[in-house]
């Protein structure tokens, strides 16, 4: 490249390497902290959510998106998107009115890495369920394969039927 420029050629700005001072630098530590690969600890799992939404009314099998602020109370960098590593998504989980299992429901990739400390609003796409009536939903962080975070929110969702979805009453038969 030097050879270039001392000739008088003209070399596009974006084609030339950047000069060793003006690199930064990262200690290992500081490397690994971002890297894919790297285990999170307990206290990587530490974040705090915030449902945003009054109107927690939704159809029965249709999607709906509710806002949830989320913030980083850890010291782990957590990535963006649904991509990246390690898999940490917004979830959720309806929970059953006779106490069974939770029916686990899509996973949403946070819009942009997140720093310790920092904060995001996530718009959590919602699959209501097939039963009209009152559910309990649990809106929580996953890492995906690992486990939850345990710092779920708890609403109450009022889910309605689709229109038009009412049986006409039956006539007896004559």
């Known amino acids: 490249m030097a050879a270039f420029l001392q000739a008088g050629h003209d070399v596009p700005r974006h084609l030339r390497r950047a000069t ?21 600890g307990a206290d990587d799992y530490d974040g705090e959510l915030t449902l ?16 949830v602020e989320v913030r980083n109370r850890s010291s782990a960098h957590w990535p ?18 006779d106490g069974g299992p939770p029916q686990e429901g899509a996973r949403t990739g946070l819009p ?3 720093a310790p400390g920092a904060c995001a609003i996530v718009p959590l ?4 369920p097939g039963s009209p009536g009152t ?9 995906e394969d690992v486990r939850w975070f345990g710092r779920a929110i708890h609403a109450r969702v009022e889910v309605r ?5 009412a049986r006409p ?6």
């Open 169 to 174: 009453a039956r006539t007896p038969a004559r």
């Open 135 to 143: 559910h309990e939903i649990q809106i929580d962080l996953v890492h």
């Open 52 to 67: 945003l939404d009054d109107d927690l009314r939704l159809v029965s099998g249709e999607w709906r998106t509710f806002d």
């Open 161 to 165: 039927a689709p229109a038009g979805s």
């Open 20 to 40: 060793r001072a003006g690199l930064g630098s990262a200690t290992v530590e500081e490397i690994w902290r971002l890297s894919e690969e790297r285990a999170l």
């Open 112 to 114: 942009a890495p997140l």
């Open 125 to 128: 796409e919602v699959l209501g």
């Open 80 to 97: 963006g998107g649904m991509d990246a590593r390690p898999q940490i998504r917004l979830a959720y989980r309806w929970r059953s009115a």
